[in-house]
């Protein structure tokens, strides 16, 4: 089981600013991910990392962008908050084990942009 | 077609009984299979995983492979409204080199007391 850490849990942020999402993990994992989800609905994977220096653009479009110059930390940040960016945000990091790719999340981040 | 694929519910049973949650898949490459429960407002939590054909069991939880059909469910025994949440199925599998984990939509389950 890993322990993943997400801060802030919950954000409420005006129109047009920088916000900073984080995410930390104890395990070390080389992997991590970052998921968005509107209540009720599906997950969405916006970003990946499968290492240090390694990033990469999930299957959902999205307008932040996250870094991993660390193993144990993966940020999320947008530039520029909008109302369309209110939801929720999930890190998850993972490591191969014999039962697969197995994927463990963080409590989430609740974004509301007004 | 979705790669994973799950009826969305909700699937309502009464306390006491077995629920069964179904998912279906299409890569027939994929080696690992999951299930996560999701709270309402919460984030999915991994209830078990299973990677080989046949059944695997976790106290009231019982997961099912069956490969050929491309076809994984979870059983639950004793149903409890505690168990009132959405379930979501997860397939892993090599994509071009990496192991790709991809989600279904979810079930959400009702525990009738």
């Known amino acids: 089981e890993a322990d993943i850490y997400q801060t802030p849990r919950y954000l409420v942020i005006g129109t047009g600013k920088k916000i900073t999402l984080e995410c930390s993990q104890t395990?070390?994992?080389?992997?991590m991910y970052w998921y968005q989800q509107d209540p009720g609905m599906e997950l969405h994977l916006i970003h990946y990392?499968?290492?240090?220096?390694?990033?990469e653009k999930g299957d959902l479009s999205s307008e932040s962008t996250v870094s991993r110059i660390r193993t144990e930390h993966f940020p999320l940040t947008l530039e520029s908050a909008r109302p369309s960016h209110t939801s929720q945000y999930l890190c998850?990091?993972?490591?191969?084990?014999?039962?697969?790719?197995?994927?463990?999340f963080g409590e989430g981040s609740w974004l509301t942009v007004v | 077609q979705k790669e994973v694929e799950q009826n969305s519910g909700p699937l309502s049973v009464p306390e006491g009984a077995i629920a069964s949650l179904n998912c279906t898949y299409s890569?027939?490459?994929?080696?690992?299979f999951f299930w996560y429960r999701q709270y309402s407002g919460k984030s999915p939590e991994l209830i078990m995983s299973?990677?080989?054909?046949g059944d695997k069991e976790d106290g009231r939880f019982t997961a099912q492979l069956n490969k050929a059909s491309q076809y994984v469910s979870l059983l639950i025994r004793d149903s409890q409204p505690s168990d009132s949440a959405t379930y979501l199925c997860?397939?892993?599998?090599?994509?071009?080199?990496?192991?790709?984990?991809?989600f279904g939509t979810g079930t959400k389950l009702q525990v009738i007391p």
């Open positions: 998850a990091s993972s490591q191969w084990t014999v039962d697969g790719n197995t994927i463990y």
């Open positions: 395990m070390g994992h080389d992997k």
């Open positions: 990392s499968y290492g240090v220096n390694s990033t």
């Open positions: 890569d027939r490459g994929s080696q690992s």
């Open positions: 299973i990677y080989s054909n």
């Open positions: 997860a397939v892993s599998g090599d994509s071009g080199g990496y192991q790709k984990v991809t």
